[in-house]
Every structure is written in structure tokens, then in C-alpha cells.
């Protein structure tokens, strides 16, 4: 059971340079999110999507794009990458509506942009 | 807004001791889940427990336990008999009703000493 699968692990990016981080969750869960973590400043959201064909802005949205591709797929658009985009990026998924609405996350990207 | 605090950027304990982690948060909303996730050095979040407001008894799973004080709004981690592999990043959270947006807190490092 593979939980949250988050490819790549690792990605070192030029400044202006575009990639798409891709994130798939076999839980069968309505709701993923892409979350960026920095030093000393915990997880911040970037964007969410609560549910097939929907997504939001998080608290850390410029810069980014996001697309439900369907169910199981969330991917995170750096469309012209910057420094201060360096970061560890945490995809995850969870059923909001049930209970207790915990998040599962996978296991990280590691992003330097030079 | 809501907000999670953790006041305690790093802690050490003592092998086969008991340790508070401190949680504390601010929320207007009377029903709203709080979660505890630990991150090892390797870097994943790994969920621990969670509390949600209106449960009558404090969560507990395994080693790990919740001293929920609703009133003072805190909730903080005990972990007892502490063994080498809990020295991690352990980072707390809440979720308010009626929105998909987890709040987490800075984190709070322990360090695990033989």
C-alpha cells in the first residue's frame, strides 16, 4: 500500500527554469494538498483541492500552479523558478468529512533553485 | 484567525523518561481537530494522534498521549518511556470546521539522550 507518492525526491533548478512536481495517493481520498516547509516556519499551504475538479489558494499561492488531473492526481506548476522558491515541497491527501481528517503525507521533495 | 504555537523550539529528555510537548492554539470555532505529526530526520510526517474538541477523554495511542485542556486551548504531547528513535521535529496542528485549511505549528525538536 503505497500511501502518498510524491516524484521527484530530489530537483535542482537555473532561476527562470519551469518543473511540475507530481503527487498520487491510492487511499481513495477527496482532498490533497502541496505544502512547502522551510526553515524554522513549519508547513505552510500552498494550494488545496478538496475535491475532484477543485482547487484553492493556500497561504503561499504566487508562484505556483496547481492541477487536479483527476482522483488520485495533484501536481504542483513551478512555472519560472526563483530562489526563494527553495524549499522541501510535502504533497498529502486526507477525507475531510470524515472524523477525524487526518492527512497523509508523501515523502517529500527536496527543491534548490540556483 | 486560528494559530498554533509552540514555544518550545528544541527539548531534551533523558532515555525511558516522560516528555511534554507544549500546544497551544487560538480558535473561536467550538469544534475543530487537533493533530500531532512527527518528522524523523529522514524527513516524511508521520501521524501520531488526534483530539477532537468535543471528545469527553484524552486521546491516546500507544506511547503517545494527549493532555487536552480545552478551556486554556492546549494540547500538548506526552510521550512516555522516550526511546532513541523519538528524537525527531514533532509539529502540531489543528483543523477548524467547515474548511479543508490545516494550520501547523514551528515545530518542536527533540533530542533523545542514552
Known amino acids: 500500500n503505497a500511501g502518498v507518492t510524491q516524484t521527484p525526491k530530489f530537483q535542482v533548478l537555473k532561476t527562470g527554469q519551469s518543473m511540475t512536481l507530481q503527487c498520487a495517493q491510492d487511499?481513495?481520498?477527496?482532498?490533497m494538498y502541496w505544502y512547502r516547509q522551510d526553515p524554522g516556519m513549519g508547513l505552510r499551504l500552498i494550494y488545496y483541492?478538496?475535491?475532484?475538479?477543485?482547487?484553492d489558494k493556500g497561504e503561499v499561492p504566487n508562484g505556483y500552479n496547481v492541477s487536479r488531473l483527476n482522483k488520485r492526481e495533484f501536481s504542483l506548476r513551478l512555472e519560472s523558478a526563483a530562489p526563494s522558491q527553495t524549499s522541501v515541497y510535502f504533497c498529502?491527501?486526507?477525507?475531510?468529512?470524515?472524523?477525524?481528517?487526518?492527512?497523509?503525507f508523501g515523502a517529500g521533495t527536496r527543491l534548490s533553485v540556483l | 484567525a486560528q494559530k498554533i504555537t509552540q514555544t518550545q523550539p528544541g527539548m531534551f529528555v533523558q532515555e525511558k523518561e516522560a516528555v511534554t510537548l507544549d500546544c497551544t492554539y487560538d480558535?473561536?470555532?467550538?469544534?475543530?481537530?487537533l493533530f500531532w505529526y512527527k518528522q524523523p530526520s529522514s524527513g516524511e510526517m508521520i501521524f501520531l494522534i488526534y483530539?477532537?474538541?468535543?471528545?469527553?477523554q484524552n486521546a491516546t495511542e500507544g506511547r503517545y498521549s494527549l493532555n487536552f485542556q480545552k478551556a486554556r486551548k492546549s494540547a500538548n504531547l506526552v510521550i512516555s518511556a522516550s526511546q532513541l528513535g523519538d528524537s525527531a521535529m514533532y509539529f502540531c496542528?489543528?483543523?477548524?470546521?467547515?474548511?479543508?485549511?490545516?494550520?501547523f505549528g514551528t515545530g518542536t525538536r527533540l533530542k533523545v539522550l542514552a
Open positions: 480558535t473561536s470555532d467550538p469544534s475543530y481537530g
Open positions: 496542528a489543528i483543523l477548524p470546521p467547515r474548511t479543508y485549511k490545516y494550520i
Open positions: 487511499m481513495n481520498h477527496n482532498s
Open positions: 498529502a491527501s486526507s477525507e475531510v468529512g470524515r472524523r477525524k481528517n487526518i492527512q497523509y
Open positions: 483530539q477532537g474538541s468535543y471528545d469527553q
Open positions: 483541492s478538496a475535491s475532484e475538479g477543485t482547487t
